[in-house]
């Protein structure tokens, strides 16, 4: 890995796939290589039985957040350079998170958190980074318990 860039990381976005929970992870990685990109773009993926799957090597920059960090220069890089993207397979516009699913997703950003030593508060929701206008992760998505329970540690 002598030619692989170092990825600092100090964002976590969360996001939804926006198809139903049966979707799997090849069908999102083709998907993803059939838009150009080179892998999934998502590092992590929960699907609804609370299962963490992986995505892109945590090792190689991110393709699932083309914004900003809000707050910073327009010419800074995208968070793709430096924020984990993690995706629960769902449609959080249709109906709400299942528990289990819901639970992994909290685990996980708390164990990113720590491993990488990212504050609560840059931990993002994809619909606050985007240059264009989304739910994501969903309009049924909790924030407000989300928040809270990662900022309980």
Same mark, same amino acid.
């Given at each position: !890995?002598?030619?692989?860039?170092?990825?600092?990381? &100090?964002?976590?976005?969360?996001?939804?796939?926006?198809?139903?929970? &049966?979707?799997?992870?090849?069908?999102?990685?083709?998907?993803?290589?059939?838009? *150009?990109?080179?892998?999934?773009?998502?590092?992590?993926?929960?699907?609804?039985?609370?299962?963490?799957?992986? *995505?892109?090597?945590?090792?190689? !920059?991110?393709?699932?957040?083309?914004?900003?960090?809000? *707050? &910073?220069?327009?010419?800074?890089?995208?968070?793709?350079?430096?924020?984990?993207?993690?995706? @629960?397979?769902?449609?959080?516009?249709?109906?709400?998170?299942?528990?289990?699913?819901?639970?992994?997703?909290?685990? !996980?950003?708390?164990?990113? !958190?720590?491993?990488?030593?990212?504050?609560?508060?840059?931990?993002?929701?994809?619909?606050?980074?985007?240059?264009?206008?989304?739910? @994501?992760? *969903?309009?049924?998505?909790?924030?407000?318990?989300?928040?809270?329970?990662?900022?309980?540690?």
């Amino acid at each position: !890995m002598a030619n692989q860039p170092q990825v600092t990381w &100090t964002h976590i976005v969360v996001h939804h796939t926006a198809t139903p929970t &049966t979707t799997t992870v090849a069908s999102i990685r083709e998907y993803h290589l059939k838009q *150009g990109f080179s892998d999934i773009g998502y590092h992590v993926l929960i699907n609804w039985r609370g299962e963490v799957i992986p *995505g892109r090597p945590l090792t190689k !920059m991110g393709a699932h957040a083309k914004g900003r960090a809000p *707050g &910073t220069s327009p010419n800074a890089p995208s968070l793709n350079h430096y924020a984990i993207g993690i995706s @629960c397979i769902n449609d959080l516009d249709k109906g709400p998170i299942p528990p289990v699913q819901y639970a992994a997703l909290v685990k !996980m950003v708390r164990d990113l !958190m720590v491993w990488f030593e990212i504050p609560v508060s840059n931990i993002l929701l994809h619909r606050q980074v985007i240059t264009y206008p989304t739910s @994501c992760p *969903g309009k049924l998505f909790p924030e407000a318990q989300f928040r809270a329970d990662i900022a309980r540690r």
